[in-house]
């Protein structure tokens, strides 16, 4: 089963744009830059996990980590590293791609 991921970044255009490949993987991501739609996604889609995109400065990913833990601190929160390696968004695929393959391995080893 794949895991339903929210993605928070900066830019709705280039979120799109990484949806769309990420569905090429299969995965389940729906992404937004708005907090509003954001607090609707939790509190009424079954969120497996959140990740944060390097975009958004160091303040606002922290500042979106605690609006996120308030709606909702059961949710899981991963930022992707700022690292002069992890900058853009075409790394951002990998690393989703990773979460995800990760949340599937514990789930089975749950079993």
Not at 25 to 35: C, F, H, M, T
Not at 77 to 101: D, Q
């Given at each position: 089963?794949?895991?339903r991921?929210?993605?928070i970044?900066?830019?709705q255009s280039?979120l799109?744009?990484?949806v769309e490949?990420w569905?090429?993987?299969?995965?389940?991501?729906?992404a937004?830059?708005s907090r509003?739609r954001?607090?609707?996604?939790?509190?009424?889609?079954s969120?497996d996990?959140i990740?944060i995109?390097?975009?958004?400065?160091d303040d606002?990913?922290?500042?979106?980590?605690?609006?996120?833990s308030m709606i909702?601190?059961?949710?899981s929160?991963?930022?992707?590293?700022?690292t002069e390696e992890?900058?853009?968004p075409?790394n951002?695929i990998?690393f989703?791609n990773?979460?995800?393959?990760m949340?599937k391995?514990?789930?089975?080893?749950?079993?």
């Amino acid at each position: 089963m794949e895991p339903r991921i929210l993605v928070i970044g900066r830019l709705q255009s280039t979120l799109d744009v990484l949806v769309e490949e990420w569905e090429r993987y299969g995965r389940n991501v729906i992404a937004s830059n708005s907090r509003d739609r954001i607090k609707e996604i939790i509190e009424t889609d079954s969120i497996d996990f959140i990740a944060i995109g390097g975009g958004l400065p160091d303040d606002e990913r922290e500042e979106m980590a605690e609006y996120i833990s308030m709606i909702n601190s059961k949710i899981s929160v991963h930022p992707i590293p700022r690292t002069e390696e992890a900058m853009g968004p075409y790394n951002f695929i990998p690393f989703l791609n990773n979460l995800a393959i990760m949340f599937k391995v514990r789930k089975a080893m749950e079993k």
